[in-house]
Structure formats: C-alpha cells, structure tokens
C-alpha cells in the first residue's frame, strides 16, 4: 500500500504490531471479581457489628447515615486500602462535564518528630472540598466561588485504583456547591431513586404487599466502541482534537457485507478484551458479553444488571478502563458517537427495570401478562411517563456528538415512541377494549434438523429501530451515547415514572376510597385511561421509514432532529414542575444545566470547525496543490512537444480546489463572528452556520481524497484505520 511517507510510515508500525505476551498464568475471574473492591463482605470481615449493621441499613434499605460509624468505617477502610498498596485516597465525583473527576490526597500526615502516619478520620471519609469554579455550573456559582463539597455515597462501594507506581483508593461521592446544590450528576440521580422508592410503595402497598424493600431502578448499558491503532490515531489531527474524523472519504469496502458483526474477534482486540475485563472485575463490573459489532472496527462490551447509581458509576469506570487497556495494546478507544462518516456510530443501549429483593422485577409480565396487573400497572406508567416526557428523554441524550447519530438508519430515530411487541400490543388493545382476557403464548420454532432440539420462541419479535422498546421483562433505551454518563437518562427516567407512577396510585387510592370499590376494576379504569391518552406513544413498524415521519406527526409526537430543537424541552414548565415537584433538581439546578448543554454543545462544534478549518489550509490543501502542479506540469512539457494531453483529472482536481477554498473562506468568515447575545443564539449559529460550513469543506476535501495520488495524500484512509489492527 503506497502513501505519503508519514502515511506509510505509520502502516508500517501498525502492521508490523505484536501484541505484549501475558505475564504468568491468569487467574480464575471469580477470584479477580471485586479483588479491589471495599465490599460488604469486606466491610463484614473488618468493621464492627454494629457498625455494619448500621452501614447495611443505609445501603439496603436507605436509612440515614449515621455519621457516628464514619470513623470505625474509615478506619478500617484505610487498613485495607494500605495492605493493597495505596498510599493516597481520592474523593471521586461526576461533575456536568460527563467525566469523571478525582483529587487525589496522601494517607501521610506528619507527627512532628520528623516522620509521618498514616491518618484517615471519619470527617475525611464523609466530606471533601475540590475547588468548585473550575467546574461548569451553569450560573450556579461565580467564578470566584470557589467553594465545593464532596459527600460520601455509601451506596456505592469505595475501590483501589493501580498503578504500576502505587495503587489508589477512591470514593465515589457527590458534588454539590456551598449552597448546596448539585453540581453533578450523582446527586440528582440519587434524589431521583428516592422519588422512585417513595411512589412505588404506594403501589406496592395498594397491591397488598406488607413486606417490601427499597425499590430501586436496574440499569444495563450496553458499551459501543471503535478501535483503531494509535499511530493512525496520532496521524489524524482531527482525532486527536474531536474524537471523531472531520474528513475521509468512504473506503471501497465499508460494513455492507455484514461480515463483521459477531465474527471472529481479531487476536490483538481479544488480547485487549480480555485483560480489559479482567480489570473491570477487580472493581467488580459485571462485564458479561464482547462481540464484534455492526461496523468495522467497532466492537461492543455489556454488563450484568446492577442498581441505577453502581451501573452509573461502573459505566464511567469501564470507558476508563477500555482508554486505558486499549493504549497498553498501542490502540485508542474511540467513544465519539460518530467517528466514522458513513459507517455505524456507537450507542450506550440502556436497558432498565424496577424493582426491589422482596417483590422482584416490576416488569417480568409472567407467563400470562393479562392477569398481571402489577406488571401492567408498571408498564403502563413506563407508557404514561414516555408519552408525556418524550422530549425530556430526547434531550437527556442531546450533543453535538449524538446528533451525528440520531435519526440515521442505524440508531433509533429522534421521535420517542415505544415499541411493546405483538402480545404486550395485544393486551393493551383488549385493555382499551373494556379488558383484558388473554395473552398470546411463546412458540415452537422446528428447525427440520433432527440432532437439533425445538426451540422455545418469545411471543413476539424484537424491533431495533425503536428508541424504547420493551425486551422480554425491561425496557431498552437506546438513544443515549456512547461517550455519555448513564446518569443524565437515569435521571429523566426515574424521574418521569415517579410521575406516572403517582398519578396512578393517586387515582386507586381516590377509587378506593369509595365504599364498596372494587380493586381490579379501578385498575382497569386506570389502564384504560392512560392506554388510551398515552397509547400514541406505542409503534411496533419501521422507526427508519419516511411514512413514520409522517405518521409521527400526526400522533403529534416530536421530532426534535438536533440538540438545538431537544434542549429547550428542559426549560419546558412542564419539566421544570417535574424536577421541583419530586426534589430531583430546582428549577436553578435545573436552568444550570441547560445552560452547561448549551455551552457545551457551541464549544464542541467550535472546536471542530477550527480543526477543520486548520487540517484544510495546512494539511489537505497543500498537498492537493502539489498534485494539481504535477498534473499541470506535465500536461505543459507534454503539450510543448506537440503531444495531445487529457486535462479531465486536471480539470477535476481544479475544481475541488476552487470549491475547498471557497469553503475554506466560508467556514473562516463563519468562525471570525463577534459572538451572540446569548447561549442560544450561540448555539444557533454553531448549528446553522458552522456544521454547513464544515460539511462544504469536507465534501471537496474527501472528493480530493479519491483524485489526488496516494503517494500524496497526507492523512490515514479510511480503509486503513478500520481494517488494519
């Protein structure tokens, strides 16, 4: 394969890679499985029994933390943290960036004499204080308010963090202001799971239950990512600056054969999975399934299901880990939603249920759904809340990174609706009907081989193109992003079904009062009424065909196409009255983070139009120029000695260039504006001004890329990043 030299050079290293041998025999995973992890059998083995007991209580049943068991807790805590090697401890919190963030401090205090003992008090373990003006606040605080606590979660178990160099024990916590607000996305996800508990026990306690624990939400994110070698990585300026390619033209070869799905995983990326899980279980992530994905080059990793707040924090561990591992095996993980222009971009399918250790899964319909009424009661409240707060959902999952993904016939499109399947479908029409009687039951599939066993079928099919589809005993969210905190659709979800589930219970406790009511016959009035307000929600056909466009529309669904369209649904009265009304976020916690979206969204697609605008005058342009001179130079020494010469590359080549500098000039000008008078307005402009830009100066420039001699062409291809590992 020829290339420039740089180009070359860098096809070469890749090619020529060795995975590094492994160390010694590896251990067996169930006893890698929370090696670094403060557990409860941890906690058990080490502290106190009452002081567990009272641990567990705040754990498992959401007492209050008693603050007198801080000191026992973070004694022991720091003993088993120095026997595995650390010698700092780190508050770690989740601030609006979507990242995680950690300050570091030494267990080593001075005794003065001279030497120094290791101290960790109680106060230490409860609370930290990182400089909160460094941190998008979204107006919450002024610059010079510098002040920010970190507050232990107990509910999510502390854990050593290695490094060759010295190992590390964090504590996970929240981040709030001086004046007590959130500033990141651990605390409103909490306050949301206590909304959650808090309404459902009313329909726990409506059903007859006496004996119930705390509910909580289950989430399971399925993780999307790419791989590439680093020296392409370090070869692309646009990588390096977005995360995701700002030109390439399409290879000959992309993902049409399906060949890549589920094949053969590469020996370098299984080397790489594999120790990649093996650290993930030292922290105890439930890492279950690896498969090539759709995409080349795309490969996909999902845990077990665990409580919302632990699958929020294991999730930003885990894109830690895939960065960190896939660098050790000279590779990049890319998260960007989009990388790649033209081939699948990458999600973060969230799958969800709620329930508790007594009652089980809310949504696990049973053999005969018609006759479960709890299961209906929480399905229907997930069909309330989908239809009323559809444009919350959206924009909980709104970037500038995801935008690229939306609405492609690869992900689920922009309109929320929900996909049931044929016998939920079913038993919500006789539902509407006046009741339901019936449910259709699993099949038989023969295969017609007679060594091969019947296999049991589900009642009815899956559908990928929904962006809420129910799956057998959950639901699955698939429009958040691959770089994106779990937290932030957690949030909306927890906190919509705390509505829905409220106004139903609200309505059977109004029925219930009445003397003489029956129970199940409220319950089918309730279902009634919301299957029928809410039902336009539910579409089991094509989420990618124009007619459901349209169709869409007419149920009145939004489509909210970009970030710019998704994000003032936070500052709907409607979500506004929401966040407030169930304590998750006031109206100022709120307001600071559609202002964070917004900030973020112009910063991101600034930063991208800059690169674009720099790799187009100083890489793709010079060297486009080089082979118009070649081409007009020997057409002129051809010409000169009376040979007829063709100029169509030429002429072809010419024109590209003239379109890339216009393009270069546009998207110059777009960029040297003064600025709006506002958030908005910036964002506006970003949307509607830059992207189209950028796009101008992308489609000439990855015209060139199939004209210009490759010998001259500075930048990795394509076909080189997504099929040489």
Aim: aromatic content about 8%; hydrophobic content about 40%; glycine content about 8%.
């Amino acid at each position: 394969m020829s290339g420039s030299s740089a180009r070359q050079n860098a096809v070469n290293a890749v090619t020529s890679y060795r995975p590094p041998a492994s160390d010694g025999p590896l251990e067996a995973p169930g006893k890698l499985f929370g090696y670094n992890v403060f557990s409860k059998s941890v906690m058990q083995a080490r502290l106190p029994k009452a002081v567990y007991r009272a641990v567990m209580g705040t754990i498992e049943l959401g007492e209050p933390l008693d603050p007198t068991v801080a000191d026992a807790v973070a004694s022991a805590m720091k003993d088993w943290a120095i026997e595995k090697g650390a010698s700092h401890y780190a508050h770690v919190f989740y601030p609006l960036t979507g990242l995680t963030a950690e300050k570091h401090d030494s267990f080593l205090e001075p005794d003065g004499s001279g030497a120094a003992i290791a101290e960790f008090a109680g106060k230490t373990l409860i609370q930290g204080e990182p400089d909160a003006s460094s941190f998008p606040n979204g107006g919450l605080r002024g610059t010079f308010e510098a002040r920010g606590y970190t507050g232990w979660d107990v509910t999510s178990p502390a854990y050593i963090l290695e490094n060759p160099n010295g190992n590390t024990l964090c504590i996970p916590t929240v981040f709030i202001s001086w004046t007590g607000e959130a500033l990141d996305l651990k605390t409103p996800l909490l306050r949301s799971q206590q909304a959650l508990n808090i309404e459902a026990q009313r329909i726990l306690a409506l059903f007859g239950h006496t004996h119930t624990d705390t509910v909580v939400s289950y989430a399971g994110a399925e993780q999307e990512y790419f791989l590439i070698d680093q020296h392409f990585f370090f070869s692309r300026p646009d990588l390096l600056a977005s995360g995701r390619t700002l030109f390439g033209a399409r290879p000959p070869k992309g993902q049409e054969f399906d060949d890549h799905y589920f094949g053969a995983i590469p020996e370098r990326v299984l080397a790489f999975m594999i120790e990649a899980e093996r650290e993930l279980f030292k922290l105890g992530v439930p890492a279950k399934t690896r498969h090539n994905e759709v995409a080349p080059g795309q490969f996909e990793i999902a845990p077990v299901f665990e409580k919302a707040n632990l699958a929020a924090d294991h999730q930003q561990l885990l894109m830690v880990t895939l960065r960190k591992v896939a660098q050790k095996y000279g590779m990049e993980c890319l998260l960007h939603e989009k990388p790649f222009a033209g081939i699948n971009g990458s999600g973060k399918h969230v799958n969800f249920s709620i329930g508790n250790s007594m009652q089980g899964n809310f949504l696990n319909p049973g053999d005969n759904p018609h006759d479960n009424a709890q299961f209906l009661v929480f399905c229907a409240a997930v069909i309330r809340a989908v239809h009323k707060f559809g444009g919350l959902l959206r924009s909980a999952v709104a970037s500038a990174s995801n935008d690229h993904r939306l609405g492609a016939n690869e992900a689920p499109p922009a309109i929320i609706s929900i996909f049931l399947g044929e016998q939920l479908t079913d038993v919500f029409d006789q539902i509407a009907k006046g009741g339901a009687t019936s449910s259709k039951e699993k099949g038989t599939l023969i295969i017609g081989v007679d060594t091969l066993p019947a296999l049991p079928t589900d009642p009815g099919d899956r559908n990928r193109t929904s962006p809420f589809a129910f799956t057998g005993n959950r639901f699955e969210f698939r429009a958040p992003g691959s770089g994106q905190s779990i937290a932030g659709p957690m949030i909306a979800i927890n906190t919509i079904l705390a509505d829905s589930i409220d106004f139903i219970a609200t309505s059977l406790e109004a029925a219930m009062a009445v003397p003489g009511a029956d129970f199940n016959v409220s319950v089918q009035k309730v279902l009634e009424e919301i299957i029928t307000t809410h039902g336009a929600v539910v579409f089991n056909g094509n989420g990618y065909s124009e007619e459901w466009q349209t169709e869409a529309a007419a149920r009145g669904l939004p489509n909210l196409r970009t970030t710019i369209d998704a994000l003032p649904e936070m500052q709907s009265e409607s979500v506004k009255e929401l966040f407030a009304k169930y304590g998750v976020l006031s109206n100022r916690e709120l307001r600071s983070r559609y202002d964070v979206n917004l900030e973020q969204y112009s910063l991101s697609v600034h930063v991208e139009a800059k690169a674009t605008l720099e790799i187009a005058k100083t890489v793709i342009l010079p060297a486009a120029l080089r082979y118009q001179g070649e081409l007009a130079n020997n057409a002129a020494s051809l010409m000169s000695i009376g040979y007829a010469y063709d100029t169509s590359v030429l002429d072809t080549v010419s024109t590209c260039l003239t379109a890339l500098k216009e393009g270069i000039a546009t998207l110059s000008h777009a960029l040297a504006h003064d600025g709006a008078e506002d958030a908005m307005a910036e964002a506006v402009h970003a949307c509607n001004e830059l992207l189209p830009a950028m796009l101008a100066v992308r489609t000439a420039a990855d015209t060139l890329e199939t004209e210009v001699a490759d010998d001259l062409w500075p930048l990795p291809t394509y076909q080189e990043m997504l099929f040489i590992l």
